[in-house]
């Protein structure tokens, strides 16, 4: 494929620091870090971006980051090319943190990797001034969505609200000086993959059952057993999964992070955590809605007591159209890759489907690992794919919509219809899914 003078800047400069982008995502690799804890990943990402002599704003969202090329021309255009700082709890992982428990077993690493790759490229004097727009390096915190009663500590010291980094970020206002953005997703295989289908959204709960502690052996009669009342509502909660559509692909996966304090005692307190989701809003309220009946029921049964704490998650993935100039960048990176088209719908979730609800948002996967997503097994086989690849891809595609008086980024955001107008109106929206509940 013919390409132009500064297209092949670009793939020269990723090809000359090789090393550096792959030296930079394995030290990322093996020093993973959990949501909203992403302190250290934080910092080695600023560190290089104020190497190459780029503004940075951090401490958004607690340890989000943003880094600045060309901001005399946002006016134009400001694109912005996501990355994600936080890895998995999966201690049994080859290149997990012994400190954390973390790793990235997602590869976020690599999307790390990539757009530290892309400023590299992009802030060479000769690249940048053909890029008639502003790039925002966006590193960003807590994509994957756990530790819910740690993120309701944070809620409770006032330090965030939504358990999402780009839902807090949105929140937060630090999306308002983007037009649209860039992504990227590792996914086990050969193939590139450009373009993205629907995924679910869902909202989070954490359940308390509270009950009465007595001994065990001498006076179980004198107690109320919450693990008792919590297994009843565990059971309404199965018996209730009839009820739930095929075509509404609802996911509610409990588990229970706290059990009782001691094998004698009656237990008092019982912490169910659980996300609760499905292909579509209504879907996903309907199914919380049972998922706390469930509960109220083995609450009365067992005459304990149950707080329901639901907490915004993340709306569902929007289907996306695979973007021309990204695969174009596919096809000048990787010549030799198969590049297909994304389709269908995934139960998993993300909270890039949050920014698509704003501005648009165009994606693509590399692959270079084997195992699945999320599990011990996962393994990088091809750190050229994995990295340098996701690098080039990142940052032709920023070259393909931002050169040419950015006349492609503007064409994209004038025609797109936004759910919602502003993060204002949706902060308003995700509200309504914050709420605290307690049956006597």
Do not use: W
Not at 129 to 142: H, M, N, S
């Amino acid at each position: 494929m013919k390409m132009d003078q500064t297209e092949k800047l670009i793939l020269e400069a990723i090809d000359q620091h090789r090393d550096e982008i792959i030296e930079f995502a394995r030290d990322i690799y093996d020093h993973g870090e959990l949501g909203y804890k992403e302190f250290n990943t934080a910092e080695k990402f600023i560190k290089k971006m104020k190497e190459l002599g780029l503004r940075t704003e951090t401490g958004l969202a607690i340890t989000g980051t943003k880094a600045y090329l060309n901001e005399e021309k946002k006016d134009t255009a400001s694109l912005a090319l996501l990355g994600e700082l936080d890895a998995l709890r999966i201690p049994e992982h080859a290149h997990a943190n012994p400190e954390t428990d973390a790793a990235h077993c997602c590869g976020h690493h690599a999307q790390m990797a990539g757009i530290f790759g892309a400023a590299l490229a992009l802030t060479v004097p000769e690249i940048a001034e053909k890029l008639d727009g502003q790039v925002v390096f966006f590193a960003t915190p807590a994509e994957e969505y756990g530790e819910i009663g740690f993120k309701n500590e944070l809620r409770a010291q006032g330090k965030i609200k939504y358990g999402g980094g780009k839902c807090e970020l949105l929140r937060i206002g630090a999306f308002d000086d983007i037009d649209l953005c860039i992504t990227h997703h590792i996914a086990p295989g050969d193939d590139i993959i450009v373009g993205s289908g629907t995924g679910n959204g869902f909202v989070s709960k954490v359940i308390r059952c509270l009950g009465k502690a007595a001994h065990a052996a001498g006076t179980p009669e004198q107690g109320v057993n919450a693990l008792s009342a919590a297994s009843l509502g565990l059971q309404a909660l199965g018996l209730n999964r009839e009820t739930f559509r095929d075509e509404d692909c609802v996911r509610v996966h409990p588990i229970i992070t706290k059990g009782g304090n001691l094998v004698n005692v009656v237990p008092d307190e019982v912490v169910v955590e659980t996300l609760v989701r499905a292909k579509t809003i209504e879907a996903f309220t309907d199914a919380a809605k049972k998922t706390d009946r469930s509960f109220h029921a083995g609450a009365t049964a067992m005459g304990a007591k149950v707080e329901i704490t639901t907490l915004p998650g993340y709306l569902p993935t929007l289907a996306e159209e695979a973007l021309p100039e990204l695969k174009r960048a596919a096809e000048l990176s990787a010549p030799e890759t198969n590049v297909i088209e994304a389709s269908g719908h995934t139960g998993g979730s993300t909270d890039v489907g949050d920014v698509q609800h704003l501005m648009p948002v165009y994606t693509f996967n590399t692959g270079g690992v084997k195992g699945g997503l999320h599990q011990v097994e996962f393994e990088v086989t091809d750190e050229e794919e994995a990295y340098i690849v996701t690098a080039k891809m990142f940052a032709l595609g920023a070259y393909g919509l931002l050169k040419e008086k950015a006349a492609r980024s503007r064409e994209l955001v004038k025609n797109y219809k936004p759910v919602f107008e502003n993060s204002a109106k949706y902060a308003e929206f995700m509200d309504q899914f914050d709420s605290k509940e307690v049956l006597e």
